[in-house]
Nanobody, 123 residues
């Protein structure tokens, strides 16, 4: 059984920060690319950020560049999303995902998904 469990969501005022965490269990993800996606009410799920298995390569959606940072800890088998200067348009359910390979490319499919954590940014 594969589990990705997100935590760290909540409600915050615009301009403030949140840090999301994703813990993997059931198998190791030390050599898997990881990513964050989000889905706002009434919208399709969209890519937010991704990181290669060794943390050496990252990618971000244009809407979050300069504000969000993805990182990982392969000892703890966890991935994080530091979100700074949050905006109301960042309000969404955020999902952690993993690929079966160590790298990613734009629009690459992800194979495992968490249940999501809700982020609400108040104006």
């Amino acid at each position: 059984q594969v589990h990705l469990v997100e935590s760290g969501g909540g409600s915050v005022q615009a301009g403030l920060s949140l840090r999301l965490s994703c813990a993997a269990s059931g198998r190791t993800f030390r050599r898997n690319a990881m990513g964050w996606f989000r889905q706002a009410p009434g919208e399709d799920r969209e890519f937010v950020a991704a990181i290669s298995w060794d943390g050496g390569s990252t990618d971000y959606a244009d809407s979050v560049k300069g504000r969000f940072t993805i990182s990982r800890d392969n000892v703890k088998v966890a991935v994080y999303l530091q979100m700074n200067n949050l905006k109301p348009e960042d309000t969404a359910v955020y999902y952690c995902a993993a690929r079966d390979t160590g790298y990613y490319y734009p629009s690459a499919p992800f194979d495992y998904w968490g249940q999501g954590t809700e982020v609400t940014v108040l104006s």
